[in-house]
């Protein structure tokens, strides 16, 4: 990343002209995104975690993020545990790099990202990892460039691991005689972003995403007995909007839509910043804010039943170019009686650069990102 070329969004972008060879992939690549969504298969049984603290994951969230930032490169981590007092716990790490590294045209920048992931379950250590690697290309749709569109596509290698020592039995279980615990299997997903400013003080967004389009099989005893676990494709459908209240204060309500063969999940709720000075003057850009939220998520399955999953709290600190965010899940489902109302713990940090100043200097403003 000690390269990337200088291509911020800011809150007073230039103006240019736009490309029109640039536009034509990409509303393209847009409507076979759309169209690719409408199916999913209902048999496969693999299914994905993610992370409850929307804003501090977005490019796992949605490829189509990557880039989109007031920066020139960031660079973040996640730790997520969970179910630790109902059952062995599971234990969730990502890591993440994403900048611009060229310009489109007079409209337009390419961006390149790269997402780490690993999680740990249960008594046998049951891990999925993944290694990501993201193409996006985002241009503007009006001069200001304060109203855009962002594409990407993302391919890497997703890994499971089982370790069938650990299990406790009398006689040698078969499935320890089928498979060698191990499966690895190419993966693609695409994503899709729009963002919008309305007048000066409030923006809004939305995006989709599909993952895992080639739906990859996972299982560790098909060389044997010719089984076949699909990871099933995972829509995502997402938007929200900060909405500048005064000079401290900023509502950033978001919602999440997934569906993940017939496993369906909302999640809907708000984050609100402070942005704290001197007590004799206004807050500014380099000052520092500090953010509360909370978000409601439940469930639904058309071939079991619906109800409520868990209550997020969240809180965050933004200063000097850093993000520190703490979330907690409480669970409300009909687990509780297990889990006592105990969810899971979710840590982050955010850290987003500038580039050489050389660069700075000639670089054109090009779009004017959204904040998250």
């Known amino acids: 990343m000690k390269h990337l070329y200088h291509s911020t969004c800011t809150e007073r972008p230039g103006i240019g002209r736009r490309s029109a060879g640039f536009e034509l992939p990409l509303v393209a690549l847009a409507f076979a ?5 409408g199916p999913f298969r209902q048999t496969a049984q693999a299914q994905d975690i993610h992370f409850s603290q929307i804003h501090a994951s977005p490019t796992f969230l949605n490829p189509a993020m990557t880039g989109l930032f007031s920066g020139d490169y960031r660079v973040g981590a996640n730790f997520r545990q969970q179910w630790r007092s109902a059952t062995a716990n599971y234990r969730t790490l990502a890591c993440s790099a994403d900048g611009r590294v060229m310009d489109i045209g007079e409209t337009g920048m390419l961006s390149l990202g790269m997402n ?21 290309a985002a241009r503007r749709l009006n001069e200001r460039g304060d109203h855009l569109i962002s594409v990407a596509i993302q391919g890497g290698i997703l890994h499971q691991y089982v370790d069938y020592s650990k299990l406790a039995v009398f006689d040698i279980e078969p499935v320890m005689l089928q498979g060698n615990g191990s499966a690895a299997q190419a993966d693609v997903s695409v994503g899709l972003a729009w963002t919008k400013r309305l007048g000066e003080k409030h923006r809004i967004y939305a995006g989709g995403a599909l993952f895992h389009i080639a739906e990859p099989d996972l299982a560790m005893v098909g060389q044997v007995s010719g089984y076949r676990e ?46 704290y000075a001197g007590q004799e003057r206004r807050a500014q850009p380099e000052d520092g804010s500090i953010y509360f939220g909370a978000w409601f ?11 409520s999953d868990a209550v997020i709290l969240a809180a965050r600190w933004d200063k000097n170019r850093v993000s520190y965010g703490f979330s907690y899940d409480i669970n409300i489902s009909s687990l509780t009686r297990a889990s006592r109302g105990f969810g899971g713990p979710e840590l982050s940090i955010i850290y987003i650069g500038e580039g050489r100043r050389d660069q700075s200097r000639t670089r054109k403003h090009k779009v004017d990102c959204p904040k998250f």
């Open 230 to 275: 699909s990871l099933a494709r995972r829509g995502v459908f997402h938007g929200g909007g900060s909405f500048t209240l005064n000079d401290r204060w900023t509502a950033m309500p978001s919602f999440i839509y997934l569906e993940q063969s017939p496993h369906r999940e909302n999640t809907l709720g708000t984050f609100m910043e402070y942005r």
């Open 33 to 37: 995104l759309l169209g690719a969504m």
């Open 297 to 307: 998520r439940w469930f639904y399955r058309p071939d079991i039943s619906s109800g």
């Open 116 to 136: 780490l992931f690993a999680d740990r379950a249960g008594d046998l250590d049951f891990t999925t990892s993944s290694a990501m690697f993201t193409v996006g």
